[in-house]
């Protein structure tokens, strides 16, 4: 079949491939002038399916409102009024419940335990593809009673799907890494997951998409989808505007992999998904030491940062805000980055010499991703990865390939649809199309 994938990031460039190799012809659009220069540009850099999870969780509206009121809150919003936003908010809320939580703390970790073994198996299929890829495990640093006991509680579910895992106290993460010993922060004890990797998602991107295209994937950027034509049904084509020019794009599937641009597209077709920017920061900061920098990836969990080593640099990434679509790195927010930083790490970086970005995290309210068939015939999603899109990019591309392709996928996709918004695949019932 012929295959359109909108989108260029981890998640369009991962089903691009399963698509591929699968043995359909396919072509990629971006907007982008290459791949991986959205969401996938920036991130923390960690793959670690221990820590999948949903923001909606029991507590959390208490602790979001706390944290905005900070001095230097790593929570943020913006006053200006926004409908969309307080629709999100308020499905948002009925998902941060116990229950609710287990169900899609397991929805979570399903999939991005799957996908850890999708990414095993594309890296032995594509053994030069080169992101920078290490396992050399993760610490949760917990500085408060609280930290301590809800990460005892998250390693139940570690057990149910076999992870390993340790709590360890300060001196043993001292000793598993060195460079912690200079740490100025209070923290008490870790968790320790020792097969948690980290790699370079935008290296990841480029590289991929460099062996798609000797294989003869067609990737052309520039290239912006603005609507979905249907009828009867079913899809048609995409619009889309590229050189100044507006042209049809027709195939026989098309799977809309773009982040939080999704539902706009959607829109145009009369479909509706709960996904809403959650904007995030980082800082790449280059290693001086090397010795005295981490070799580990390290969660902040009191201050919501995560620090992963690529290569020469140490990326580090954390803050939530609530403020749309607004790409602007906001200074002040890069400051805390690195103040809290150099708590954990005053020595071995050049901290002078560190960039910054922002991002947008596609977020669902309830946390796990929406992909597969949609109630329009031919069109499929790969959508709503929220900040586990590094992680879970290689299966959710897999599992989207296998519905394009009707194969049965290789895990319960329960809680991974679209059904859990009240909506049906084509095929299952008619499709409900504005």
Same mark, same amino acid.
């Given at each position: 079949?012929?295959?359109?994938?909108?989108?260029?990031?981890?998640?369009?460039?991962?089903?691009?491939?399963?698509?591929?190799?699968?043995?359909?012809?396919?072509? %990629?659009?971006?907007?982008?002038?290459?791949?991986?220069?959205?969401?996938?540009?920036?991130?923390?850099?960690?793959?670690? =399916?221990?820590?999948?999870?949903?923001?909606?969780?029991?507590?959390?509206?208490?602790?979001?409102?706390?944290?905005?009121?900070?001095?230097?809150?790593? %929570?943020?919003?913006?006053?200006?009024?926004?409908?969309?936003?307080?629709?999100?908010? /308020?499905?948002?809320?009925?998902?941060?419940?116990?229950?609710?939580?287990?169900?899609?703390?397991?929805?979570?970790?399903?999939?991005?335990?799957?996908?850890?073994?999708?990414?095993?198996?594309?890296?032995?299929? %594509?053994?030069?593809?080169?992101?920078?890829?290490?396992?050399?495990?993760?610490?949760?640093?917990?500085?408060?009673?609280?930290?301590?006991?809800?990460?005892?509680?998250?390693?139940?579910?570690?057990?149910?799907?076999?992870?390993?895992?340790?709590?360890?106290?300060?001196?043993?993460?001292?000793?598993?890494?060195?460079?912690?010993?200079?740490?100025?922060?209070?923290?008490?004890?870790?968790?320790?997951?020792?097969?948690?990797?980290?790699?370079?998602?935008?290296?990841?991107?480029?590289?991929?998409?460099?062996?798609?295209?000797?294989?003869?994937?067609?990737?052309?950027?520039?290239?912006?989808?603005?609507?979905? %034509?249907? /009828?009867?049904?079913?899809?048609?084509?995409?619009?889309?505007?590229?050189?100044?020019?507006?042209?049809?794009?027709?195939?026989?599937?098309?799977?809309?992999?773009?982040?939080?641009?999704?539902?706009?597209?959607?829109?145009?077709?009369?479909?509706?998904?709960?996904?809403?920017?959650?904007?995030?920061?980082?800082?790449?900061?280059?290693?001086?030491?090397?010795?005295?920098?981490?070799?580990?990836?390290?969660?902040?969990?009191?201050?919501?940062?995560?620090?992963?080593?690529?290569?020469?640099?140490?990326?580090?990434?954390?803050? /939530?805000?609530?403020?749309?679509?607004?790409?602007?790195?906001?200074?002040?927010?890069?400051?805390?980055?690195?103040?809290?930083?150099?708590?954990?790490?005053?020595?071995?970086?050049?901290? /002078?010499?560190?960039?910054?970005?922002?991002?947008?995290?596609?977020?669902?309210?309830?946390?796990? =991703?929406?992909?597969?068939?949609?109630?329009?015939?031919?069109?499929?999603?790969?959508?709503?990865?929220?900040?586990?899109?590094?992680?879970?990019?290689?299966?959710?591309?897999?599992?989207?390939?296998?519905?394009?392709?009707?194969?049965?996928?290789?895990?319960?996709?329960?809680?991974?649809?679209?059904?859990?918004?009240?909506?049906?695949r084509a095929g299952r019932t008619p499709a409900r199309v504005a």
């Amino acid at each position: 079949m012929r295959v359109l994938v909108l989108g260029a990031g981890v998640a369009g460039v991962s089903a691009a491939y399963h698509l591929w190799r699968d043995g359909h012809e396919v072509t %990629v659009l971006e907007r982008q002038t290459g791949p991986g220069m959205g969401s996938s540009f920036g991130n923390a850099g960690g793959l670690c =399916p221990g820590f999948a999870g949903p923001w909606a969780s029991p507590g959390m509206p208490y602790k979001v409102l706390r944290m905005a009121l900070q001095k230097h809150a790593p %929570v943020r919003f913006s006053m200006m009024p926004d409908a969309e936003r307080l629709r999100w908010l /308020a499905q948002w809320l009925k998902e941060c419940n116990v229950q609710r939580f287990g169900i899609n703390k397991a929805r979570m970790q399903r999939m991005a335990h799957y996908s850890m073994r999708c990414m095993q198996v594309l890296r032995d299929e %594509v053994p030069e593809l080169n992101f920078g890829f290490h396992r050399d495990g993760t610490l949760q640093l917990l500085e408060t009673d609280q930290e301590v006991e809800l990460a005892q509680l998250a390693t139940r579910t570690l057990s149910q799907f076999q992870v390993p895992w340790r709590m360890i106290g300060r001196d043993e993460a001292m000793a598993l890494e060195p460079s912690l010993r200079a740490s100025a922060a209070a923290w008490q004890g870790a968790l320790h997951l020792p097969d948690d990797a980290s790699g370079d998602s935008a290296k990841f991107c480029a590289g991929l998409a460099s062996y798609l295209s000797r294989r003869g994937v067609s990737f052309q950027y520039g290239a912006s989808a603005t609507r979905l %034509v249907h /009828a009867h049904g079913r899809l048609r084509s995409v619009e889309i505007t590229h050189g100044g020019q507006t042209e049809q794009r027709h195939a026989d599937a098309c799977v809309v992999a773009l982040g939080c641009q999704a539902p706009a597209l959607l829109a145009t077709a009369g479909l509706r998904i709960p996904i809403y920017p959650l904007k995030g920061y980082s800082i790449t900061i280059p290693i001086a030491d090397t010795g005295a920098a981490p070799r580990m990836a390290i969660m902040d969990e009191h201050n919501k940062i995560m620090l992963t080593r690529l290569g020469d640099k140490l990326r580090v990434a954390g803050m /939530a805000e609530f403020v749309g679509y607004d790409l602007s790195v906001r200074r002040v927010r890069t400051e805390l980055l690195s103040a809290l930083t150099r708590r954990l790490f005053p020595r071995g970086l050049d901290y /002078a010499a560190a960039t910054s970005w922002a991002g947008l995290r596609p977020m669902t309210p309830d946390g796990p =991703p929406i992909l597969g068939a949609t109630p329009l015939q031919g069109l499929y999603l790969n959508a709503g990865h929220g900040s586990n899109g590094w992680t879970q990019a290689c299966g959710t591309g897999r599992l989207v390939a296998d519905a394009v392709s009707g194969k049965p996928p290789e895990i319960d996709m329960d809680g991974l649809t679209v059904e859990r918004f009240g909506m049906h695949r084509a095929g299952r019932t008619p499709a409900r199309v504005a």
